[in-house]
């Protein structure tokens, strides 16, 4: 299995207060992304990094910043949760054409 | 418009009959992938194409390039092959995305 670990894996949180959610890889693979996952919508894209301190927006960018200071590592930060923030969080890398998921983090904002 | 769709959207099978999903994009393509996720599970990539014809088990991928469509084919369908099944294409150019299909939900009742 590749080496992709999330966490934490589960969150419940409070309306207004930040979050951070890490993905971390072993692959040194050079892309990273973040996506959510809704019913009916399917798995949406959040932010992706191509490099370490070189990051871009998704299709769903706004109320999130993400960083990555080095290539294991890709943080995605809640600056303010919000309900509609209540979601199941992927990470993935991907190298060519390899791509591999992590487990996921449920996170519950109240 | 998405840039990549599947269809149908939900799936209801009886065990034994062969099914198959379908995933068109309208997008450059380096490659194609398709992903199985059981309900409340990780996301595992079953296939990765580029071009052609794979085969593992029961499960038959395939991809025409020329017409952007490729199709994911189960034969002898089981109950435990109920899931959330995924396309996701891997963007031609410098950014090598991931694009999500929506997912097509699979029931094999036995």
């Known amino acids: 299995d590749a080496g992709i670990t999330q966490s934490p894996r589960h969150k419940v949180t409070e309306t207004g207060t930040p979050v951070t959610l890490r993905c971390h890889q072993t692959?040194?693979?050079?892309?990273m992304y973040w996506y959510r996952q809704d019913p009916g919508h399917g798995l949406r894209l959040i932010h992706y990094s191509y490099g370490v301190k070189d990051t871009d927006k998704g299709e769903v960018s706004d109320g999130y910043s993400v960083s990555r200071s080095k290539t294991e590592d890709f943080l995605l930060t809640l600056e303010s949760a919000t309900s509609s923030q209540t979601s199941v969080y992927f990470c993935?890398?991907?190298?060519?054409?390899?791509?591999?998921f992590g487990p996921g983090t449920r996170l519950t904002v109240l | 418009k998405n840039e990549v769709e599947q269809s149908p959207q939900n799936l209801t099978a009886q065990e034994g009959e062969f099914i198959t999903i379908n995933c068109s994009y309208s997008v450059g393509i380096s490659a194609l992938h398709w992903l199985q996720q059981h309900p409340g599970g990780g996301i595992v990539s079953l296939f990765m194409l580029s071009s052609g014809k794979k085969k593992h088990g029961r499960l038959i991928a395939t991809i025409n390039i020329q017409e952007k469509h490729s199709s994911l084919h189960i034969t002898a369908s089981h109950p435990r092959d109920s899931a959330v099944y995924i396309c996701?294409?891997?963007?031609?150019?410098?950014?090598?995305?991931?694009?999500f299909g929506k997912g097509t939900k699979l029931t094999v009742n036995p």
């Open positions: 996701a294409v891997v963007l031609q150019g410098g950014s090598e995305k991931l694009v």
């Open positions: 692959e040194n693979h050079r892309y």
């Open positions: 993935a890398i991907s190298e060519g054409l390899d791509a591999y």
